[in-house]
T-cell receptor, first 115, second 116 residues
Framework: KAGVTQTPRYLIKTRGQQVTLSCSPISGHRSVSWYQQTPGQGLQFLFEYFSETQRNKGNFPGRFSGRQFSNSRSEMNVSTLELGDSALYLC??????????????FGSGTRLTVV | AQSVAQPEDQVNVAEGNPLTVKCTYSVSGNPYLFWYVQYPNRGLQFLLKYITGDNLVKGSYGFEAEFNKSQTSFHLKKPSALVSDSALYFCAVREGRYSSASKIIFGSGTRLSIRP
């Protein structure tokens, strides 16, 4: 079974630009969660999508948004990039039903550098 | 508010010695608890989880964790460390067993360094 696929692996953007990151979950998984990982803040929860609906949201500004498509693939978008947005963005896939198989499978992440 | 704490930024152990990476949690209700490991420039890999039952949970790569409800702890352990165990370890908690709106909260991570 294919794992969680995140594209691209690396991105360099200029301050003020916008960026879109993509995540394809494990086949059959309907929940996709996004995390931002930085050395100073650790892993911070951005949001979770389940069956095309945002089901949970972290404490990030409105510049951070996401969506999920009918095939469960998810995208996150960051507008008006700031230097502090430089981070590893991780996508996590789960079946989302809350059953005993709870737990995430992570992608390898997208390393975003804002210059 | 739910939280998870890893009190040690770094743990240094000699190869062959036992290791412990500490984790304490604070959640409302019964928690689901996890340990993940991260190697350089990679995502997180699942090691083990506690849902219910036996307080000693066995996971991947010879790791195990002990759930202690009275101390609200979930320490990660391995009887004999390997150099290849050197990585960043995250403790995590998911609030609620059946909540569709729950999320996973991660600790700040502990860097485990195993010297030959």
């Amino acid at each position: 079974k294919a794992g969680v696929t995140q594209t691209p692996r690396y991105l360099i953007k200029t301050r003020g630009q916008q960026v879109t990151l993509s995540c394809s979950p494990i086949s059959g998984h309907r929940s996709v969660s996004w995390y931002q990982q930085t050395p100073g803040q650790g892993l911070q929860f951005l949001f979770e999508y389940f069956s095309e609906t945002q089901r949970n949201k972290g404490n990030f500004p409105g510049r951070f948004s996401g969506r999920q498509f009918s095939n469960s693939r998810s995208e996150m978008n960051v507008s008006t990039l700031e230097l502090g947005d430089s981070a590893l963005y991780l996508c996590a896939s789960s079946d989302g039903t809350g059953g005993v198989q709870m737990g995430y499978t992570f992608g390898s992440g997208t390393r975003l550098t804002v210059v | 508010a739910q939280s998870v704490a890893q009190p040690e930024d770094q743990v240094n152990v000699a190869e062959g010695n036992p290791l412990t990476v500490k984790c304490t949690y604070s959640v409302s209700g019964n928690p689901y608890l996890f340990w993940y490991v991260q190697y350089p420039n990679r995502g997180l890999q699942f090691l083990l989880k506690y849902i219910t039952g036996d307080n000693l949970v066995k996971g991947s790569y010879g790791f195990e964790a002990e759930f202690n409800k009275s101390q609200t702890s979930f320490h990660l352990k391995k009887p004999s460390a390997l150099v290849s165990d050197s990585a960043l370890y995250f403790c995590a908690v998911r609030e609620g067993r059946y909540s569709s709106a729950s999320k996973i909260i991660f600790g700040s991570g502990t860097r485990l360094s195993i010297r030959p």
